[in-house]
C-alpha cells in the first residue's frame, strides 16, 4: 500500500524558511516524479514544484520559483521542500503526491502538512 | 490564479446527472490530458479520473470524463449523498511548463 507521510509544517515569521519532508513507502520510490501541491486555508489547489524520479529534473510554479528549492533522496525515500522567504500568501496545507507514468498524473497524495506564515 | 475555469458549484438530488465542465487553452486541455480529484471534507484530494476519461480501480463507474478540444467535462449520474465534494480539474500547461488546476467546483447533493 503506497503510504506519505509529510511532516515539517508550522508556524514560521514571515520572510523566515521551513524544510517539509515526506517520507514514502509502499512503492519503488526511485522510478516515479514525486510533486509538492498546496492549498490556501478555503480555496482550491495549487502546484507548487515536481522532481523527476532521478531528481535530474525540477519544475516550479513561478510564484514559488527562486524561493523554494525541490529535491529528494532516493536512499531514503524521502522527498523535500525547502521553502525559504516565506510569505503570508505561502500559508496553506502542502500535499506531497507521487507521480505516474506521466508526472503530472498525481496518483496517491499525502495527508498534508499545515504551513503558517505569520508574524 | 487558476489558468482553468470551472463552476463554482453544482448540486443535484440523489439520483440525479450532474456535470462539471473545466475550460482551458491550447496550451493546457488542447495538448495534453485532463485528470480529475475529488476532495471530501476535511481529507486530501484522491485521484478521479486520469488521462481524460479513464477511471483508476475502485472509482464507481457513475464517474466518467470527456475532453473535446480546449474544454473538459466530469459528469457524476445516480448521484449519491457521498458524492459531496470539491471536484478540481487539472492538466499540464506547456507554457508555463507546469502542473495547473482549475477554480474547483462544490458538488451538493439536496
Known amino acids: 500500500e503506497v503510504q506519505l507521510l509529510e511532516s515539517g509544517g508550522g508556524l514560521v515569521q514571515p520572510g523566515g524558511s521551513l524544510r517539509l519532508s515526506c517520507a514514502a513507502s509502499?512503492?519503488?520510490?526511485?522510478?516515479?516524479?514525486m510533486s509538492w501541491v498546496r492549498q490556501a486555508p478555503g480555496k482550491g489547489l495549487e502546484w507548487v514544484s515536481t522532481i523527476s524520479g532521478s531528481g535530474g529534473s525540477t519544475y516550479y510554479a513561478d510564484s514559488v520559483k527562486g524561493r523554494f528549492t525541490i529535491s529528494r533522496d532516493n536512499s531514503k525515500n524521502t522527498l523535500y521542500l525547502q521553502m525559504n522567504s516565506l510569505r503570508a500568501e505561502d500559508t496553506a496545507i502542502y500535499y506531497c503526491?507521487?507521480?505516474?507514468?506521466?508526472?503530472?498524473?498525481?496518483?496517491?497524495w499525502g495527508q498534508g502538512t499545515l504551513v503558517t506564515v505569520s508574524s | 490564479q487558476s489558468v482553468l475555469t470551472q463552476p463554482p458549484s453544482a448540486s443535484g438530488t440523489p439520483g440525479q446527472r450532474v456535470t462539471i465542465s473545466c475550460s482551458g487553452s491550447?496550451?493546457?486541455?488542447?495538448?495534453?490530458?485532463v485528470y480529475w480529484y475529488q476532495q471530501l471534507p476535511g481529507t486530501a484530494p484522491k485521484r478521479l479520473i486520469f488521462?481524460?476519461?479513464q477511471r483508476p480501480s475502485g472509482v464507481p463507474d457513475r464517474f466518467s470524463g470527456s475532453k473535446s478540444g480546449t474544454s473538459a467535462s466530469l459528469a457524476i449520474s445516480g448521484l449519491r449523498s457521498e458524492d459531496e465534494a470539491d471536484y478540481f480539474c487539472?492538466?499540464?500547461?506547456?507554457?508555463?511548463?507546469?502542473?495547473?488546476f482549475g477554480t474547483g467546483t462544490k458538488v451538493t447533493v439536496l
Open positions: 487539472a492538466a499540464w500547461d506547456d507554457s508555463l511548463s507546469g502542473l495547473v
Open positions: 503526491a507521487k507521480g505516474a507514468g506521466a508526472a503530472e498524473e498525481l496518483t496517491n
Open positions: 491550447s496550451s493546457n486541455i488542447g495538448n495534453n490530458y
Open positions: 509502499g512503492f519503488t520510490f526511485s522510478s516515479h516524479a
Open positions: 488521462r481524460n476519461n
